[in-house]
């Protein structure tokens, strides 16, 4: 049995996609076949006419509008491709889990590689030149599998004194289900003593 939403209208299909793009960037062609019931041919013909690009050029395009350069770290050694970055604010990177991140026999990522995401963009949104990952308390909440899609939003919570030590929690989403959470404390070189508060144990190192 055709399911009733194949029937849509051209227009009507069109305007669809273009709305659940806007809302989610990150949205990928396959969940675009899942939520719109059509062919994975469909929605990339429907892109091209509406002049939607594929994900990857939507996010190269998102990352050369809207992040500040990366101090702490040479970009290639960024774990994901960081989309948004407000340094000593927040970050959002997005991380493909490909073949060579996960085990042959389950086509489940390795852990090593999520954290890495997660603590490469901790680190990526300092604003100093030398920032390190003094401690990190960080939870898997469920496995991620091959092919999907880790999306990563960090912000720092707290920074405090000179060579200070920075507050930075994390969270890791897969759509809209969080499969990684962390709590980071990141040491800076010099810190801006106006920047936040923080505790004053942070100043131990």
Request: proline fraction near 3%; charge should be neutral; aromatic fraction near 6%.
């Amino acid at each position: 049995m055709v399911p009733i939403i194949e029937r849509m209208p051209k227009r009507q299909r069109h305007q669809q996609l273009a709305r659940l793009i806007d809302e989610n960037p990150f949205i990928t062609d396959r969940e675009l076949t899942r939520l719109l019931k059509v062919s994975i041919q469909t929605i990339r013909l429907d892109r091209m006419e509406l002049g939607i690009p594929e994900l990857r050029e939507r996010l190269k395009l998102m990352a050369e509008r809207s992040y500040d350069s990366v101090r702490s770290l040479p970009l290639h050694e960024v774990i994901g491709d960081i989309v948004d970055l407000e340094l000593d604010k927040s970050g959002i990177s997005v991380f493909e889990i490909r073949e060579e991140h996960v085990f042959s026999r389950t086509g489940i990522a390795r852990g090593h590689h999520v954290f890495a995401q997660a603590n490469s963009l901790a680190v990526a949104i300092i604003d100093d030149e030398i920032a390190l990952t003094v401690t990190a308390d960080i939870r898997f909440i469920r496995p991620v599998k091959l092919g999907e899609k880790c999306i990563a939003k960090a912000y720092v919570r707290s920074i405090s004194g000179e060579r200070s030590k920075a507050k930075v929690e994390l969270f890791t989403y897969v759509g809209d289900e969080m499969v990684f959470q962390g709590n980071f404390v990141i040491f800076r070189s010099a810190g801006d003593t106006e920047s936040g508060g923080g505790d004053e144990r942070a100043d131990r190192y």
